[in-house]
């Protein structure tokens, strides 16, 4: 799951729960609270069909886990199933906040959009694929489009598939995790702007701090996405590229001071400055 929280300028800032809930929908829940309570706009989650994703060879191989030996067995319980997802929209309903999903194949953008989400998101594996691009155009959601590991002729044959109608807004990305500094690459920002002036340009964070995100809304950013956790220490693949609560808040806090700072960016002498005025001018 990530996180979402609305800027002055754009929809929302994000946040993913990625698979950091650990397949518990408790843990899930303590999430959103998190996310309720430090002023996020949106949680998103990502849905995958196993056996679509994977192929049988990868999905036999012996991996122990709290849910059996294979790997078929790691990554099914990690999927939360349609009546989960039921749960935890209604849960997200009570706590005010809204949610959407990434969906990794055509079943799972089916089951998603069921939910009435206002938002498709194409992960940054799936930016190449024609066929989940394709199903995406039966719909008319909005689509965030995430752009690691790809190119600028990558994101454009995506565009060029889903048609400029339909893309609401590209994220900038590194799809390491997490995703060193020297990589964080957040000028990209303004290169997605350039290129791309009538959509929003947002920034999907892998870096385990706040600094990049930061400097993203800086840059323009107009959706800031980062993945959340409970306790970084926790089981799983994206805990160490994720923010803890005391983060999330810090976070929440720091944007909003820098919306409150940034003015309007008009040169002129505030009521607070006249006193000093008459104090100290010569």
Same mark, same amino acid.
């Given at each position: 799951?990530?996180?979402?929280q609305?800027?002055?300028r754009?929809?929302?800032?994000?946040?993913?729960?990625? *698979?950091?809930h650990?397949?518990?929908?408790?843990i899930?829940?303590?999430l959103?609270?998190?996310?309720?309570?430090?002023?996020?706009?949106y *949680?998103k989650?990502?849905?995958?069909?196993?056996s679509? %994703?994977? @192929?049988?060879?990868e999905?036999?191989k012996?991996?122990?886990?709290?849910w059996?030996?294979? %790997?078929?067995?790691?990554k099914?319980?990690?999927?939360f /199933?349609?009546?989960?997802?039921?749960? #935890?929209?209604?849960?997200?309903?009570?706590?005010? *906040?809204?949610?959407?999903?990434?969906?990794?194949? %055509?079943?799972?953008l089916?089951?998603?959009?069921? !939910?009435?989400i206002? !938002?498709?998101?194409?992960?940054?594996a799936?930016?190449?694929n024609r066929e989940? #691009?394709?199903?995406?155009?039966?719909?008319?959601?909005p689509v965030?489009?995430?752009?690691?590991?790809?190119?600028?002729?990558?994101?454009?044959e995506?565009?060029?598939?889903?048609?400029?109608?339909?893309?609401?807004?590209?994220?900038?990305?590194?799809s390491?995790?997490?995703?060193? $500094?020297?990589?964080? /690459?957040?000028?990209?920002?303004?290169?997605?702007?350039?290129r791309? $002036?009538?959509t929003?340009i947002?920034? @999907?964070?892998?870096? $385990?701090? #706040?600094?990049?995100m930061?400097?993203?809304?800086?840059?323009?950013?107009?959706?800031?996405? !980062?993945?959340?956790?409970?306790d970084? @220490?926790m089981?799983g693949?994206?805990?160490?590229s994720?923010?803890?609560?005391?983060?999330? !808040?810090e976070?929440?806090?720091?944007l909003r001071?820098i919306?409150?700072?940034?003015?309007?960016?008009i040169?002129?002498?505030?009521?607070?400055e006249?006193?000093?005025m008459?104090?100290?001018?010569r």
């Amino acid at each position: 799951m990530s996180y979402a929280q609305q800027l002055n300028r754009s929809d929302f800032r994000a946040g993913h729960l990625t *698979i950091n809930h650990g397949g518990d929908l408790c843990i899930a829940k303590k999430l959103i609270d998190v996310a309720s309570a430090a002023g996020c706009h949106y *949680i998103k989650f990502q849905k995958r069909t196993i056996s679509l %994703v994977y @192929s049988k060879e990868e999905l036999d191989k012996p991996r122990e886990s709290q849910w059996g030996i294979t %790997v078929r067995e790691q990554k099914e319980g990690l999927e939360f /199933n349609k009546y989960d997802y039921y749960e #935890l929209a209604f849960y997200c309903k009570q706590k005010g *906040i809204k949610w959407f999903a990434s969906s990794w194949d %055509v079943l799972s953008l089916d089951m998603m959009v069921d !939910f009435n989400i206002p !938002f498709i998101k194409i992960p940054s594996a799936l930016i190449t694929n024609r066929e989940l #691009l394709e199903a995406c155009k039966i719909y008319t959601i909005p689509v965030i489009l995430s752009s690691g590991m790809s190119t600028l002729e990558m994101v454009d044959e995506a565009i060029d598939i889903l048609g400029k109608d339909r893309v609401h807004c590209i994220m900038a990305c590194t799809s390491t995790y997490p995703t060193k $500094p020297e990589e964080s /690459n957040v000028k990209c920002i303004t290169t997605l702007k350039e290129r791309y $002036p009538w959509t929003k340009i947002g920034f @999907s964070n892998h870096y $385990p701090g #706040l600094m990049s995100m930061i400097m993203a809304y800086v840059l323009g950013a107009e959706m800031l996405e !980062f993945h959340g956790t409970l306790d970084r @220490s926790m089981l799983g693949s994206d805990q160490a590229s994720s923010i803890e609560p005391k983060g999330v !808040f810090e976070l929440m806090e720091r944007l909003r001071l820098i919306e409150k700072m940034q003015g309007d960016g008009i040169k002129k002498i505030f009521e607070s400055e006249k006193l000093i005025m008459q104090k100290l001018r010569r």
